[in-house]
């Protein structure tokens, strides 16, 4: 159990142009979602956190406006990498909770960005 | 000072060898605390999920809090050529609305 997955995993794009990515939980419902940015060789960094239904919750350093998420149900949440240049190219993953699994959160494979 | 210190490695040791990752934290508030493996380009994935100090094993596995050195380890037992990837701890607050912390990784590589 406690499926979480994502989509695209792997995904190249001009600089410019916007990107989306989707978590989803597969079997369980995720009350709230993570989405993390992982560089190489590096440990993963927060980027925000999303409840179902309420606006996200970024870290300090993250621009709003450029990472837009959506948790729009209690199963998907999206995060939309606008304007994408290349040094946002980066891993992103995300990661679900529901409420009783307390501080423990499930991890989905993660997507691979590259902004040409 | 970063608040969880894990040395990145990389550590390689033959197969079958004991194998001890650790890490160190300075928020003593941390009582949630847990090691993720993660594989080349996948999401990590949970190992061992551990509350306050103590002992938990599981299989080859085995993971260890002492809250008084702010210290966690991570043994793995007859170390497999599979048990190569990176190992992450992690530690969380009580509070339900606490963030996970994460170390920056140990890179292992088991030799066949």
């Known amino acids: 159990g406690a499926v979480v997955s994502q989509h695209p995993s792997r995904v190249i794009c001009k600089s410019g142009t916007s990107v989306k990515i989707e978590c989803r939980s597969l079997?369980?419902?995720?009350?709230?979602m993570f989405w993390y940015r992982q560089f190489p060789k590096q440990s993963l960094m927060l980027m925000a956190t999303?409840?179902?239904?309420?606006?996200?919750?970024?870290e300090q350093g993250v621009e709003k406006d450029k990472f837009l998420i959506n948790h729009a149900s209690l199963t998907l949440s999206t995060l939309t990498v606008t304007s994408a240049h290349p040094e946002d190219s980066s891993f992103y993953i995300c990661?679900?909770?529901?409420?009783?699994?307390?501080?423990?959160?499930?991890f989905g494979p993660g997507t691979r960005l590259t902004v040409l | 000072q970063k608040e969880v210190e894990q040395d990145p490695g990389p550590l390689s040791v033959p197969e079958g060898a004991i194998v001890s990752l650790n890490c160190t934290y300075s928020n003593s508030a941390f009582q949630y605390f847990m090691w993720y493996r993660q594989y080349s380009r996948k999401g990590p994935e949970l190992l061992m999920y551990?509350?306050?100090?103590g002992n938990k094993e599981d299989g080859r596995f085995t993971a260890q809090v002492d809250k008084s050195s702010k210290y966690i380890s991570l043994f793995i037992r007859d170390s497999q050529p599979s048990d190569s990837a990176t190992y992450l701890c992690a530690m969380s607050e009580p509070s339900s609305a606490s963030k996970i912390i994460f170390g920056s990784g140990t890179r292992l590589s088991i030799r066949p």
């Open positions: 990661s679900a909770r529901w409420l009783s699994s307390y501080n423990e959160q499930f």
């Open positions: 079997d369980f419902q995720a009350t709230t």
């Open positions: 551990t509350y306050s100090s």
């Open positions: 999303s409840n179902e239904g309420s606006k996200a919750t970024y």
